[in-house]
């Protein structure tokens, strides 16, 4: 019986070598974010490089703040929400969708008009926007950071007849920053109201055109925060750490964000709001 027993004995330990150190794990930790693509670039590259540093897998999806929110609320699912600006995360916050104690701010957005390098429509101000015959986008106000920013700046500068031109201009509701700035890139449009930082997205095909100062209305950031459906919190945690470390704001830096909301009042000229939260008029939703 002795014998007998030793042998199972050795049986097991043999299969939990085999299992559990003698053979790679095949159960590798993952991290699901789902994040606005207002900063998609430097995203896509943190994920490699902390993928490389740690061995953890992590899986972005991209899309307008909004929308990405939408997903992962029916889903059900993700570690991190990570919107490209300040109005959403409140509502995810309102929501109960996040940890609020976890938020931080990663990098700061200024507004700007884009257009294709060169600036072929010669395009000096917001008001040229409503010149007859240009052909303009924004993105989709009801789930994109941007487009939101967009209509804010339009409603606050524009008078009712030049807001009327301007959605005459206008040819498309672009899904998310990153379509917004595809729009030039291909030329389907002359001109985007974006985020100053497109140009640097793909500066052969991009320029920004700055707004004046007193048209900026706020600065936007594009803030962080733990998932309250997340399965790993430290690894959630440990993940948004390396974006705040040298190492993760130096791939932010490479595409030339705002590292700090002084760099991005330098830029304007002036002193403005961080952040806030602006709700659309009604007659700019569903283009």
Not at 15 to 28: D, E, I, K, Y
Not at 72 to 78: D, E, I, P
Not at 260 to 274: C, L, R
């Amino acid at each position: 019986m002795k014998k007998a027993a030793r042998a199972v004995l050795l049986a097991f330990a043999v299969f939990s070598f085999l299992s559990f150190g003698g053979t790679p794990c095949s159960c590798a930790e993952e991290l699901l974010v789902f994040a606005g693509a207002a900063s998609k670039p430097p995203t896509e590259e943190a994920a490699k490089a902390f993928e490389k540093k740690t061995g953890v897998k992590v899986n972005v999806t991209f899309g307008g703040s909004g929308f990405v929110l939408s997903q992962m609320t029916l889903a059900k699912k993700g570690d991190i929400y990570f919107p490209g600006s300040s109005d959403y995360m409140e509502i995810a916050k309102k929501k109960g969708l996040v940890f609020p104690e976890t938020e931080q701010y990663v990098v700061y957005l200024v507004p700007a008009i884009n257009v294709q390098k060169g600036n072929p429509k010669g395009i000096k101000s917001l008001r040229d926007l409503t010149r007859p015959g240009l052909r303009v986008a924004i993105a989709n106000p009801d789930g994109v950071c941007v487009g939101l920013y967009a209509v804010e700046i339009v409603e606050k500068n524009l008078a009712p007849e030049e807001k009327a031109a301007f959605r005459e201009n206008l040819v498309n509701y672009t899904e998310s920053c990153e379509k917004t700035a595809t729009a030039i890139s291909l030329k389907t449009v002359d001109a985007v109201i974006g985020w100053e930082v497109f140009q640097h997205w793909d500066p052969d095909r991009i320029e920004t055109i700055p707004l004046k100062k007193q048209e900026v209305v706020r600065i936007g950031y594009i803030p962080i925060a733990i998932s309250k459906f997340t399965s790993n919190r430290p690894l959630a945690r440990k993940f948004i750490d390396f974006l705040l470390s040298n190492e993760g704001k130096a791939l932010f830096k490479k595409y030339h964000y705002f590292m700090s909301s002084g760099e991005a009042m330098a830029y304007i000229g002036e002193k403005k709001p961080i952040g806030g939260e602006y709700v659309v008029p009604g007659q700019w939703r569903g283009k």
